[in-house]
T-cell receptor
Framework: GAVVSQHPSRVICKSGTSVKIECRSL??????MFWYRQFPKQSLMLMAT?????????EQGVEKDKFLINHASLTLSTLTVTSAHPEDSSFYIC?????????????FGPGTRLTVL | DQQVKQNSPSLSVQEGRISILNCDYT??????FLWYKKYPAEGPTFLIS?????DKNEDGRFTVFLNKSAKHLSLHIVPSQPGDSAVYFC???????????FGKGTTLSVSS
């Protein structure tokens, strides 16, 4: 159990376009989802925390108007990179925190590799 | 300013031997620590965790030790197997279930 999926797994887009990444918890309800990104040879950096039905909380230095997060249901959160630029190219990973029985764990998705040309 | 540090980018160990991966942290508010294993182009997989009220937690071949006074934790893998070869991330949070702060990772290579 506790599977998290991400779609797409890989996306290449032109500079200036917007890209939407989906994160789904497949067999549990996720009250909280987290979005991270990882640059080559760097650690996973938290971008934002998203709670179902409320606005996301962004980390310092992350532009909320550029990285739009929507957590519309208990099983789906989306990250939209608006007006993407080459410096946004990265590996984006979501994680989902389950309810009470899995309070201590976050389950990670497989990640989305974004390349902006 | 990195709050979670893994100072060894890589570690090579022979099959059957012990692998010891180290992690240091600076934020005394961290109360919960985790180790994740990650393969390229995949998300991290949870391995083992420890809360600050303990100094040791064991799960099969994996043991995590926490030294709060030194703000240091380590992951021991015994015996190491070739399938353990991956990047290992240390992570910390202020309480279970909250956002994680990750180290940069240590690449473990286990040779047969």
């Amino acid at each position: 159990g506790a599977v998290v999926s991400q779609h797409p797994s890989r996306v290449i887009c032109k500079s200036g376009t917007s890209v939407k990444i989906e994160c789904r918890s497949l067999d549990f309800q996720a009250t909280t989802m987290f979005w991270y990104r990882q640059f080559p040879k760097q650690s996973l950096m938290l971008m934002a925390t998203s709670n179902e039905g409320s606005k996301a909380t962004y980390e310092q230095g992350v532009e909320k108007d550029k990285f739009l997060i929507n957590h519309a249901s208990l099983t789906l959160s989306t990250l939209t990179v608006t007006s993407a630029h080459p410096e946004d190219s990265s590996f984006y990973i979501c994680s989902a925190r389950a309810g009470r029985e899995h309070d201590n764990e976050q389950f990670f998705g497989p990640g989305t590799r974004l390349t902006v040309l | 300013d990195q709050q979670v540090k893994q100072n060894s980018p890589s570690l090579s160990v022979q099959e059957g031997r012990i692998s010891i991966l180290n992690c240091d942290y600076t934020n005394s508010m961290f109360d919960y620590f985790l180790w994740y294993k990650k393969y390229p182009a995949e998300g991290p997989t949870f391995l083992i965790s420890i809360s600050s009220i303990k100094d040791k937690n064991e799960d099969g071949r994996f043991t995590v030790f926490l030294n709060k006074s030194a703000k240091h934790l380590s992951l021991h893998i015994v015996p190491s197997q070739p399938g353990d070869s991956a990047v290992y991330f240390c992570a910390a949070s202020r309480r279970p279930g909250t956002a994680l702060i990750f180290g940069k990772g240590t690449t473990l290579s286990v040779s047969s």
